[in-house]
């Protein structure tokens, strides 16, 4: 009886601790962007670090960078109406 029930124990254990070792999706999307952020200026090659994300996903968070890194949008995400119409000139 002992035997079956150490068995079983570990027979479940080990896909929880498989699935632990993987990163979440929140894990994965900060991660890109990180390697967004870390990239030399100018290019724009898919980072290793997004090859894990849906490609709108990566879209998604490539386009976040560039409107955050023209002034476009702030840290929190919020639009700055002078740029946006036009102003106010854009980040170099």
Known sequence: MRIRTAALTL??????AACAAEPTRLEIEQQCE?????????DRAKP??????PQDDYDTLNLSHALTETGLIDEEGRVDPERLMGTEPLKE
Not at 11 to 16: I, V
Not at 34 to 42: F, L, M, T, V
Not at 48 to 53: F, N, V
Request: proline residues 5%.
């Open 11 to 16: 027979l479940l254990a080990a896909p929880l």
């Open 48 to 53: 290793a670090a997004c090859e894990a994300l």
């Open 34 to 42: 990180q390697a967004i952020e870390d990239r030399a200026k100018g």
